[in-house]
């Protein structure tokens, strides 16, 4: 197996190459043209209009339904000012946005209110609940009699259940009016009529998110058993020890692979895995020198050992070149902050506009065709 993964090694970064030189620059980056914006973001444009997979057949679907019963479909979303024209998913976005009204919205929080407090209730008349046990403590810092303890925790529970009447009381008064509100009712009517094809989109869309998830870990499981014979060679030893997914000490994140040497005291090495290639300049700032340095990464703790990281640690990147075609070839935080500006319902950004949102939070950044250009030959490993 050795062998196998070391000779394809110089196969996969021809194919990375090509990959990561089919896209377009998107004029964001350090040392990018800002000229090469616009043809940047047509591409991504021509991507979100092409229908394919699974959200597009369910689009489809819907839209079919919609249409066939365009009068009462339209009679209804004209409330949140949309039609059947526009897809599910902005459809749903639109409805989740609009507010019925301050009645609906006072008739939320009431009830809110009344199933925190609920439980709240349930916990106070159960003694090895957490809130009983927090309540106990305090009071046993000023009186430690027990009597006059459980008279004061009687005392909070019938002021919570006063507190509880006065609400359900407040929540029925509210309900009557509700069922009189002109723009609640059509709201009601919209949510009914909706729902099943809400259901659908999201049932899709929550289902690509899983399998994506899915095949990350399944990724990050590969990368920690199959590619050991080339971080040895990496790394110019064979004696070392690995563990995953170590957390920064005092600092948020986690490290995918940590090398240390064969007595655990000194780490030689780090290893970021990120299943999609776009994102290797990424996963090389996560953990790379650079990106410790920028971030005050400097310790983490293995088996209550604590380890510092020296600033010269190398840190390596493993990643694959993905079986099915890329259709956005760009890093994935690029494509988050993005959707910011081209899903916003509020208002329509120009070009020029969302450049200039962007162009601060990536200038000082190397892309991921300049990182792979500069250091993969260093710290990169294909699957």
């Known amino acids: 197996m050795e062998k196998n993964l070391l000779s394809t090694q110089n196969d996969l970064f021809l194919k990375a190459e090509e990959t990561l030189l089919r896209f377009p620059k998107s004029g964001l980056y350090e040392g990018e043209n800002p000229s090469d914006w616009i ?27 919609m249409r066939e019963q365009k009068e009462t479909f339209n009679s209804y979303l004209k409330l949140i000012d949309s039609n059947i024209f526009e897809s599910i998913a902005i459809i749903h976005q639109k409805f989740t946005n609009f507010s019925p009204g301050l009645l609906y919205s006072q008739y939320c929080k009431v009830q809110k209110g009344l199933i925190s ?72 009517q919209l ?103 920028l ?3 400097k310790k983490i703790k293995i088996n209550d050992k604590i380890l510092q990281i020296d600033e010269k640690t190398p840190c390596f990147v493993i ?7 890329y259709q956005l070839g760009f890093e994935s935080k690029l494509k988050v902050s993005l959707n910011k500006y081209l899903l916003d319902l509020e208002r329509v950004w ?10 601060p939070k990536f200038q000082k950044k190397i892309s991921p065709l ?4 500069k250091y993969s030959k260093d710290y990169l490993i294909l699957l």
Do not use: H
């Open 117 to 188: 407090l609920k439980s709240e209730i349930d916990d106070l008349q159960n003694k090895d609940s957490w809130l009983f046990q927090q309540i106990v403590k305090g009071l046993s810092g000023k009186n430690t009699d027990v009597l006059l303890m459980e008279v004061k925790i009687s005392d909070i529970l019938e002021k919570k259940k006063l507190k509880l009447n006065s609400l359900q009381g407040l929540l029925d008064s509210l309900e009557p009016q509700l069922s009189s509100n002109k723009i609640y009712q059509e709201w009601l």
């Open 295 to 297: 971030t005050g990464k």
């Open 39 to 65: 043809p940047f973001l047509k591409s991504v444009y021509d991507v979100f209009k092409k229908e394919e997979g699974p959200r597009a057949e369910i689009q489809k679907e819907i839209s079919k339904i």
């Open 191 to 293: 949510s009914n009529i909706m729902r099943p094809f809400f259901e659908k989109w999201l049932n899709i869309d929550s289902q690509i998110g899983k399998d994506s998830n899915k095949r990350g870990l399944s990724f990050e499981e590969k990368c920690q058993i199959d590619l050991l014979p080339i971080l040895g060679q990496k790394l110019q030893t064979k004696e070392f020890l690995i563990y995953k997914n170590i957390a920064w000490l005092d600092l948020p994140g986690e490290i995918d692979i940590v090398i240390t040497n064969m007595s655990n005291d000194s780490v030689i090495g780090l290893a970021e895995c990120k299943a999609r290639l776009f994102d290797i300049a990424y996963g090389y700032y996560q953990s790379g020198p650079e990106g410790r340095i």
């Open 370 to 373: 300049d990182w792979f250009y």
């Open 319 to 325: 990643s694959l070149i993905q079986e099915n075609p």
């Open 350 to 359: 120009t070009s020029e506009e969302i450049y200039q949102e962007l162009k």
